[in-house]
Antibody
Framework: EVHLEESGGDLAQPGGSLRLSCAAS????????MSWVRQTPGTGLEWVST????????SYADSVKGRFTVSRDNSNNTLFLQMNSLRAEDAAIYYC?????????WGQGIPVTVSS | EIVLTQSPGTLSVSPGERATLSCRAS???????LGWYQQKPGQAPRLLIY???SRAAGIPARFSGSGSGTDFTLTISRVEPEDFAVYYC????????FGQGTKVEIK
């Protein structure tokens, strides 16, 4: 059974950084693209980023491009999202999901708060 | 960027009734790139439909997707008590974009 579990969510100050992790199990991790999707009451669901199975290709929403970096460790079945220069509007519940276009499997989500 | 507009915002139905949810795209997209999700409070979204009309694994047959061009529909043939939730459409034609959601509530 596929299981995705996010961690690393916390309170960050505007301009600060956070690193989210997503531990995956139940499938051959390196065979699948992985994605981050976030959700806020105001803006709803928003795709954030996707990384290919091999980790050599990544794409980002315009709203986070240049500030967020997605990466993966296929030897440890873990997905990461490095979030820099955080803004108030980045506050959301962040989900890791797979694969890349339609999201079949989701983690339970982790809250990120951005406030001074 | 393709914008998806869902209607109505809230749909009030009684158990056993038919529910019809609409998703309109700002430009024509292939139905192959349209999906639907269900989300209950405190839970992650759950994929219901992909490719416009294909049910995801384990999804009951009362859920069906249809449409083409700019107009797409999710139909719940007979609403069960567990179907009261928020439903989102999503396209992956150019980028991944979600609609704003339709809440299906008990009438």
């Amino acid at each position: 059974e596929v299981h995705l579990e996010e961690s690393g969510g916390d309170l960050a100050q505007p301009g600060g950084s956070l690193r989210l992790s997503c531990a995956a199990s139940g499938f051959t991790f390196s065979d699948y693209a992985m994605s981050w999707v976030r959700q806020t009451p105001g803006t709803g669901l928003e795709w954030v980023s996707t990384i290919s199975g091999g980790g050599d290709d990544a794409s980002y929403a315009d709203s986070v491009k240049g500030r967020f970096t997605v990466s993966r460790d296929n030897s440890n079945n873990t997905l990461f999202l490095q979030m820099n220069s955080l803004r108030a509007e980045d506050a959301a519940i962040y989900y890791c999901a797979t694969p890349d276009k339609v999201f079949v499997h989701w983690g339970q989500g982790i809250p990120v708060t951005v406030s001074s | 960027e393709i914008v998806l507009t869902q209607s109505p915002g809230t749909l009030s139905v009684s158990p056993g009734e038919r529910a019809t949810l609409s998703c309109r795209a700002s430009q024509s997209i292939s139905s192959s790139f349209l999906g639907w999700y269900q989300q209950k409070p405190g839970q992650a979204p759950r994929l219901l439909i992909y490719g416009g009309s294909s049910r995801a694994a384990g999804i009951p047959a009362r859920f069906s997707g249809s449409g083409s061009g700019t107009d797409f529909t999710l139909t719940i043939s007979r609403v069960e008590p567990e179907d009261f939730a928020v439903y989102y459409c999503q396209t992956y034609a150019i980028s991944r974009t979600f609609g704003q959601g339709t809440k299906v509530e008990i009438k």
